[in-house]
Each structure stands twice: as C-alpha cells, then as structure tokens.
C-alpha cells in the first residue's frame, strides 16, 4: 500500500469526529440492536458491527448508556471482559481465528464517534501478517459498505449460535501455550506415558516449531469454548520412504496422531473420541488413514482409540522407548457422515404433513414444495425430506419457522438462501425467493430426475459411490455429483 494512503487512513483514524448530534444514542436504539445484536446479558450487549474492517468486526458494549471507560462500575467492567473472552471464543469457532484486536476510545479528540463506550474486536487468522493491511481496513472503516439485513442475519446468527453452544476449536500451538503444554506434560497421568527420550523428543520438536523452523510435525491444541484442554501432534507420513507406510493400507495421504487431554477437569468424561474424530474431520478431511502408536500396557489409550475407529494391527519396539507399543490404523471412511439409504415411500406423506403444518402456521404468502431425493420415487438417498419455500419475505418466514422450532443454520445458509433444520433431523428447508436460480434449478431437477427414471437411476449409483468414497468430505462429494448436476440443470 502507498504510504500516503495509510498516513491519510490514519490520520481519519484519530480525526475528531463532529460534535455528537442531539439525536438518540446508536447503541441505546432498539431497531439498531435488533439487528445487530447476537449476546446480551444484564450487564453487557455484544453486536456485530454494521460495516466491518474484517469478518467477525465485533462491539462489545455495556448496556447502559455511559459515555467513557472511566465511567464504568467495576462491575460492568469485569463483566465486558468476561463477555469480550466468549466473543473471542465464538469468533475462534466461526471464523478459525487465532489472534484479535481490541481497541476502545475515550473522547471525541482521540476518534470517539457514538458517545456510548464500545470495544472493537476485530478478528484474525493464524499466518496473516501484515499489519498495514489491518491499519488500513480499520483506518477506511467509514468508507466501507454497510452489510445487507440479511448479511446481517446470517453474521448475527452464525455468533449467536457458537456463543451458545459449549464449543470445541482447535489451532496450532503458539508461543503463548508453549508454558500450558509444558504444564500438562508435567501432569502425573501424561507422565506416566511421556518420558525419556519420547518426551525429550517432543519437547525439542515442539521448540523448532513454536521457532518457525520448517518442520512437518504439527502441534495443536483444542479449545473448550476458548480455554485450551487438550494436545494433538500430527506428522504427515511420506510414502514409500517412510518405514510407516507398510502400517498403511491405501493409496492417498495419512498421517500419525499422538494426543492427550491435558487438563485433569477434562478426564473420565468419555470425551475423548468424539474429540479425535472431530479434530480429524474439521483439520484432515482429506486425510485416508491415521496411525497411533501407544504404549502396549496403556489400556486406557487404547480403549479409546478403539471407540475412535482404530484397529489394532501389530506390537513394535519403537526407538524411543524399550517398551512395546501397538501400531493402531483409522481409515476415515469410517468417521461416515454420509449414510446411503434407500427409498422410502413414506416421504410424499410425511412431507404433506410437514407442509400442511407449516402453511397453517405461517400467515404468509409462500410456494412450499418437497425437492431432493426424497421427492423422486425410487431415489436413494440420505433420506432427509428437503422443503423449499419461496416468499418475497424471507426475514419473516425466518422468524416464523425458528417461532415452530425450526433452527437456522448459517453453515448451510448463502447470500440468497436460507437453510433450517428440525432437531429431529428429518425435516431440511431451504428458503429462498421465487425469483433466484436457486429455486429454479431445485424445481427443475426434481421434475427432470422423476420424468427421467433412467438418469435418476445413474444419479443414485453415483451419489452411493460417492458417499462410499468420501463419506467425511462433504466438499468431494459434492464434487462428484456435480457433473451430473450440471448437465440436468444444463438441459432447461
Ligand atoms: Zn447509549
């Protein structure tokens, strides 16, 4: 960037903004908050700001209208503090963040513009290192764009949602951790297992790595809602030369895992496979097997890796240690999440019943129509009765439907489309409005596929390849099924 730019984005940074006007207070207006707001307790409101420096632009803000920091009881102020870590834990989640700004200003000379104290929390990833680009995002705040409501919609939600739920992140170790690992490595139920050379080992490799020296053995940890539990190591294993490739019984990438839960509150809780599967899943989707080498004697490992999907295959001596480990392999084709199921002709009915539910309960003008594979006789699937509706008041269907127990879901949710589920699993909706391509592709295919027995037919052998294939990569498997797709949606 020009230095010139950044000098002028400064210097509007700290321009004194003009006099307040006499008018109400932004972050005391109600439309205001109703729509940007995703945490509120007695004390504090955390909302999204409406133009944003970087994804995740945060304000966390006491609910009482005080002008300045020095003005807060000591009350507000622990509890900004308090709420200001749980953004940061939400935001780790949602936008894989390692690292965040916070900034507040006291005063209208220093750039105090909404005379009610607010923090900025500005979220950023692990490896993006220039500081410039930061200034200058936040320095041209006032030129950017304000978000769309339904932008805003799906940001708020998306934050509303991981500030709820109790919420499992990981990332790689920084310096920061390196002191909690030490700690946790110090832990009598990890020292049984981490000593000697093996300890030594991973205390070395864990230096070079906090140290940037290029190193293919990562470190991790994971996160319960921001406070770190637990350490993962993972290596890549390079086919042929490594002699661990005869451990591995496919083609395609795999890696070794070592792992322990560090804090003693975290242990005999039965978490610890569900943690493993989802640390493979959301850092190694694309990963076919995964070799774990305990102790022979550590039972308690072993079990669990069992529970994960690990198979045991032979016992070794290891050069680290004198004592026998056993060689454990995962293949990730078990961690299924895509489960193949045929036809069931219950669906027609049961989707009348769930449309009929909704219509009575909703008073608005809508197109309700079942699409997907439920929709298509014969059509195997993963069995989910897909609803689309239609309606030039998408915000007001929305909070209707989350009204009958529907939950948005921004993970599945675009631009243009909104995507719900029921908690029992059975029911998808994508709303949207009658004029995208969205709703006239998903018609169409529905229609094609039942007056083509034939493709619908290729299309089921495809979609059980498919999940058969990749059943932990969500992305692959669409990939496969989108040439078809393509060419269907081509034939209009
Ligand atoms: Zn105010």
Known sequence: MQPILLILSLLHFFKAPPLPPETECAFCNRTVLDSQKFYEDDLVIALWNYRAALPGHSLIIPKRHVERFDALTDQESLKIAQVIKKVDAAARQVFNSSAYLLYQKNGREVGQSVPHVHFHYIPRQFGDDSLISL????????????????????????????????????????????????????????????????????????????NRASSDVKYWIAFDSGKPFAFFITSPVSKPADPLSKFCNEDGPAITLDMLIGNPDYLGKGLAPNLIKQFLLTEFPTIKEVLIDPEASNEKAIHVYKKAGFVKLEEFIPSHSPNSHIMMRLNMRHLKKYAFKPYDKESPALFQKEKNRISSLIKQDTRIEHVGSTAIPNLGGKGIIDIAIASDNI????????????????????????????????????????????????????DYLISHPEEAKQYQELKKTASEDNPANGTKYRELKDPLIRKILDSK
Not at 412 to 437: A, D, N, R, V, Y
């Open 395 to 446: 915000d007001i269907i929305s909070s209707e439907l989350q009204k009958i127990g529907y939950e948005f879901r921004p993970t599945g949710s675009t631009p243009t489309k909104l995507f719900f589920k029921e908690p029992s699993g059975t029911f998808h909706i994508h709303l949207m409005s009658p004029t995208t391509t969205e709703w006239k592709n998903l018609l169409h295919f529905r």
């Open 135 to 210: 200034l200058f995002n936040i320095c041209t705040l006032s030129l950017k764009k304000n978000l769309t409501p339904t932008e805003m919609g799906i940001a708020t939600n998306k934050m509303k949602l991981a500030m709820e739920s109790p919420m499992i992140t990981f990332k790689h170790v920084d310096l920061a951790n390196r002191a909690i690992v030490h700690k946790w490595l110090k832990e009598p139920h990890v020292a049984e297992w981490f000593y000697g050379q093996g300890l030594q080992n991973t205390l070395d490799h864990l230096d070079a790595f906090l």
